[in-house]
């Protein structure tokens, strides 16, 4: 049995656990949230209960396994609890970096650092109760304006339109950079916003984008066969709106005497056919969205502060072409023209944003295969045990969450989810989940005394 680390516990790191733990190896997750779930649970959709509980049985199966060892509320990288040459010190047989894309895509554009300007990852982790965004200011106003044509724009939409329980928003208005037929998001997911939908206003903006859209071969009069099938459905005006505003880009953000949003100035764009497909291209024309708030879904980008090598957005994999397979996977350093010696991503990690739970399954799976070939082939390195990585830790100072931690937290939850006639209830700060755990501790030892 050698002993493997795996960085990160969402569905990526977990899947890849489960691969590795089968195979007979000893796995230590090292994750920077207490909870385990990454995405499963702080991206998914707040009510969809039946996928985020069915996925954290999944996992619960996963964790429970014998050679799995977990050390949740440990962040990894340059100015975290540990240090990549750290856990090299620890000597484990392999590395496998699971952190998803934590970084934060910027628009480039003036004013983009303004109050009242979010990068949807960040929103969702908010609206979702990511601890690591607890005390963070994501006010939002009456007009919002949402960057992006996806399924992340649904589901913001979704919440200031429908859930968000402060309901300040009066209008949502997508800006997207090309045109209505270039529509990401899946119906499934738009059924839930489309009655919010201001119909003589979406019709007004299919007039003004007309010509512009047979220029580039596409009738307008399709749009209800194809993206928005709403159009066929009798209408009755339901608040708050829903506006889409297409062809357009952000170019700079203005604000107020406060430093807030208060307008969004867009370059024009105008479609061209690309063979197959279709690509916007920006004009000279410019306008202006009247907006106090703005969330931009463009995509994420992987956290450079881990410390492994970084560019284009992302962590530096194997560009050999001998090793095209495993190098896809294995980090790799410009630097010195070598492989960083049994280190490698899996998941959102190796590729950010690429698909959702199963995609990120599959690539970890895969991976691992990998992994699997490059553990047999090295001499077991007397890794570290267990316990001696949660000394280092907490030597730190850090209070450390492992499985049988994440047993009390969930009786916790569970207690106050019944008591408040709850679905399911989870804390939104680890100060919380900490002194949660340490009071079903203090019970657990209290009956355990009396019997």
């Not at 208005?173 to 119909?199: C, N, Q, S, T, Y």
């Amino acid at each position: 049995m050698k002993t493997v680390f795996v960085i990160g516990a969402g569905p990526a790191g977990l899947y890849a656990t489960h691969k590795l733990a089968l195979a007979g190896h000893r796995v230590v997750i090292i994750n920077r949230d207490i909870k385990p779930g990454g995405l499963a649970e702080y991206g998914i959709y707040p009510v969809k209960e039946k996928m985020k509980g069915g996925l954290r049985k999944q996992f619960a199966k996963m964790l429970d396994m014998p050679n799995v060892f977990y050390f949740g509320h440990v962040s990894v990288g340059e100015g975290y609890a540990l240090h990549l040459d750290e856990l090299h010190a620890l000597n484990p047989a392999a590395i496998v970096f699971a952190v998803g894309a934590q970084g934060t895509k910027r628009l480039g554009i003036p004013g983009e650092d303004a109050h009242g300007v979010y990068a949807a990852k960040d929103f969702v982790y908010h609206y979702n109760r990511l601890p690591l965004m607890e005390g963070r200011d994501f006010s939002t106003g009456k007009r919002v304006a949402i960057v992006g044509m996806g399924n992340v724009m649904v589901d913001i939409a979704r919440w200031l339109l429908l859930d968000d329980p402060e309901r300040t928003a009066e209008e949502v208005i997508v800006v997207a950079r090309r045109g209505p037929f270039e529509a990401k998001f899946d119906h499934r997911e738009f059924v839930h916003v489309e009655r919010h939908l201001v119909r003589n206003a979406f019709e007004a903006e299919l007039g003004r984008l007309r010509e512009m859209l047979a220029a580039a071969g596409q009738d307008v009069s399709q749009v209800s066969e194809t993206t928005f099938s709403v159009l066929k459905q009798a209408y009755t005006e339901e608040l708050p709106r829903l506006l889409f505003r297409f062809l357009c880009s952000p170019r700079a953000i203005h604000t107020d005497a406060d430093g807030r949003i208060c307008r969004l100035e867009v370059t024009e764009n105008i479609l061209e056919r690309k063979g197959n497909d279709t690509a916007a291209r920006a004009t000279t024309q410019t306008a202006s969205i009247d907006v106090d708030t703005m969330i931009f879904a463009i995509g994420d980008v992987a956290d450079s502060k881990v410390g492994l090598p970084y560019a284009n957005s992302g962590y530096v994999t194997n560009p050999s072409q001998q090793q095209a397979e495993r190098g896809a996977y294995e980090v790799y350093d410009p630097a010195t023209g070598k492989v960083l010696e049994g280190t490698f991503v899996v998941g959102w990690a190796r590729k950010a944003s690429e698909g959702l739970v199963g995609v990120a399954r599959f690539d970890a799976e895969h991976g691992v295969v990998h992994v699997l070939k490059y553990v047999e082939g090295v001499p077991d390195r007397g890794s570290a045990p267990p316990a001696e990585i949660q000394r280092l830790v907490e030597s730190k100072g850090l209070p450390v969450v492992n499985k049988e931690d994440l047993g009390f937290l969930h009786q916790a939850e569970e207690r106050i989810a019944q008591e408040r006639g709850l679905p399911s209830f989870k804390f939104g700060d680890d100060a919380s989940m900490l002194a949660a755990i340490g009071e079903e501790k203090a019970k657990a030892g209290a009956t355990a005394s009396r019997s």
